[in-house]
């Protein structure tokens, strides 16, 4: 059975109910949200609606922050490695490299003219 048929088979038995007697001494609006209320695809249309609502007003922003949060906090991880590569300077970065190394046969520093082991 498609929605479309079933919308039909709900009308049909609804068309009954608010003939009833009975639905006739409820106040207006109750017979109006009765009336607007009564199918699988109302009821899927208001589903829609509250879903809409709640991703509008709770989850989207409490999502954002949540992004905005992590984020912060992989910029200050980023931030804490030191400079990008593109600010520094290769010849001093070759230097300070340089000056760190040493060869296990020399307590020296490598000479980096030379770039072998002396003595």
Not at 35 to 49: G, H, P
Not at 88 to 105: A, H, I, R, W
């Amino acid at each position: 059975m498609t929605l479309i048929e079933a919308e039909s088979d709900e009308q049909a038995v609804f068309s009954k109910l608010f003939s009833d007697p009975a639905e006739a001494y409820a106040p207006p609006e109750v017979q109006r949200q009765l009336r607007s209320n009564t199918t699988t695809s109302q009821l899927i249309a208001q589903l829609d609606s509250l879903f809409h609502q709640h991703i509008v007003e709770s989850w989207t922003p409490s999502a954002l922050a949540l992004i905005q949060r992590k984020l912060s906090k992989m910029q200050r991880s980023i931030t804490r490695l030191g400079p990008a590569p593109e600010s520094l300077d290769p010849t001093t970065v070759l230097k300070v490299l340089v000056s760190q190394v040493q060869l296990s046969c020399s307590p020296t520093p490598i000479s980096f003219t030379t770039m072998a082991c002396t003595g």
